[in-house]
Antibody, heavy 123, light 106 residues
Framework: EEQLVQSGGEVKKPGESLKISCKASGYRFATYWIGWVRQMPGKGLEWMGVIYPGDSDTRYSPSFQGQVTISADTSTSIVYLQWSSLRASDSATYYC????????????????WGQGTMVTVSS | DIQMTQSPSALSASVGDRVTITCRAGQSLGNWLAWYQQKPGKAPKLLIHKASILESGVPSRFSGSGSGTEFTLTISSLQPDDFATYYCQQYNTDPTFGQGTKVEIK
C-alpha cells in the first residue's frame, strides 16, 4: 500500500527550531515529487513547496521561500520540513503529499496524503 | 500568484440533490486543475485532476469539467458521505488553492 506517515504533533516556543518528517512506503520513493501543504486553524490549504527525492530538486512557493526548508533522505524514504526560528503564525497543521504520477514535473496534483502534523507555537 | 475564486463559499443541500461548485482562475490554466474533498480533522482527498480525470476509487457521481479560466465540480446525486469542504487547486504555475466550498446538510 502506498502511504505517507507523518511525525507527531509538536508544541514549541517562538524562536525555536523544528523539523517534522514524512515517511513514504509502498512505492519508488526517489521518482515521485512530494510536497508540503499548510492549513492554519479553520482556514484553507496553502501549497508550500515540493521536492524530488531522486536529486533533491526543490521548488518553493514565493510565500514560503526562505521561511522553511524541504529536504529528503533517500536511504530512509523520509521527507522533512524544517524551520530555523518558529513564529506564532507558524501554528498550523502541515500535510505532506505525493504527486499523482511521476510524469508531471514539479507541478501536479497531490494523490497520496499524510495524516497531518499539528504544530503549535506559543510562549 | 494565480488567484482562484470558488463559488459559492458554502451551500446547503439535501441528499439526492445535484450540486455544482465553480472555480474561476485569474488567468488561463489549460486543464491543470484538481479538486479535493476534505472532512473535519482529516487530510484532503484527491477527487479529480487535469480538470476531468476521476481519481481511481472515487464514485462516478463526481465529475469535473472546464478549461482555461472556469471549472466546475458536479456531484450528480448528493450522498450523506459527501458533506464536506471542497477545494480546487491550480497547478499551471506556482500552485494555489481556492478558498473552499463547505457543503452542509439542508
Amino acid at each position: 500500500e502506498e502511504q505517507l506517515v507523518q511525525s507527531g504533533g509538536e508544541v514549541k516556543k517562538p524562536g525555536e527550531s523544528l523539523k517534522i518528517s514524512c515517511k513514504a512506503s509502498g512505492y519508488r520513493f526517489a521518482t515521485y515529487w512530494i510536497g508540503w501543504v499548510r492549513q492554519m486553524p479553520g482556514k484553507g490549504l496553502e501549497w508550500m513547496g515540493v521536492i524530488y527525492p531522486g536529486d533533491s530538486d526543490t521548488r518553493y512557493s514565493p510565500s514560503f521561500q526562505g521561511q522553511v526548508t524541504i529536504s529528503a533522505d533517500t536511504s530512509t524514504s523520509i521527507v522533512y520540513l524544517q524551520w530555523s526560528s518558529l513564529r506564532a503564525s507558524d501554528s498550523a497543521t502541515y500535510y505532506c503529499a505525493r504527486h499523482v504520477d511521476d510524469q508531471g514535473g514539479d507541478l501536479n496534483a497531490f494523490e497520496i496524503w499524510g495524516q497531518g502534523t499539528m504544530v503549535t507555537v506559543s510562549s | 500568484d494565480i488567484q482562484m475564486t470558488q463559488s459559492p463559499s458554502a451551500l446547503s443541500a439535501s441528499v439526492g440533490d445535484r450540486v455544482t461548485i465553480t472555480c474561476r482562475a485569474g488567468q488561463s490554466l489549460g486543464n491543470w486543475l484538481a479538486w479535493y474533498q476534505q472532512k473535519p480533522g482529516k487530510a484532503p482527498k484527491l477527487l479529480i485532476h487535469k480538470a476531468s480525470i476521476l481519481e481511481s476509487g472515487v464514485p462516478s457521481r463526481f465529475s469535473g469539467s472546464g478549461s482555461g479560466t472556469e471549472f466546475t465540480l458536479t456531484i450528480s446525486s448528493l450522498q450523506p458521505d459527501d458533506f464536506a469542504t471542497y477545494y480546487c487547486q491550480q497547478y499551471n504555475t506556482d500552485p494555489t488553492f481556492g478558498q473552499g466550498t463547505k457543503v452542509e446538510i439542508k
